[in-house]
Nanobody, 119 residues
Framework: QVQLVESGGGLVQAGGSLRLSCAAS???????MGWFRQAPGNEREFVAA????????NYADSVKGRFIISRDNAKNTMTLQMNSLEAEDTAVYYC?????????????WGQGTQVIVSS
């Protein structure tokens, strides 16, 4: 079973940067990974995703040009470099692993890490 643990959240001023990390218990090369976030009163939303090899990435329009997703399959980790942070980026950020087995999709989630951006 895949277990994901996020770290790196915290309090930062608007315009600042944070780097989130996600450590996986298994081989990350077996699944695509991504970041989602959930602000108070809102539904969980997509932030960024990266393919199994790391060769393809995708970003939500709201973070494009400011956030960078990357992964190191040798270390079974994924990171999200967040720059030019805005108050609207305040949320709990969740690490996600996604794979398909026997034509069924599976998802694993971390426990979340809080990011607070003060304006």
């Amino acid at each position: 079973q895949v277990q994901l643990v996020e770290s790196g959240g915290g309090l930062v001023q608007a315009g600042g940067s944070l780097r989130l990390s996600c450590a996986a218990s298994g081989r990350t090369s077996n699944y695509a990974m991504g970041w989602f976030r959930q602000a108070p009163g809102n539904e969980r939303e997509f932030v960024a995703a990266i393919s199994q090899s790391g060769g393809n990435t995708n970003y939500a329009d709201s973070v494009k040009g400011r956030f960078i997703i990357s992964r190191d399959n040798a270390k079974n980790t994924m990171t999200l470099q967040m720059n030019s942070l805005e108050a609207e980026d305040t949320a709990v950020y969740y690490c996600n692993g996604h794979w398909v087995s026997a034509n069924r999709p599976y998802d694993a989630w971390g426990q979340g890490t809080q990011v607070i951006v003060s304006s």
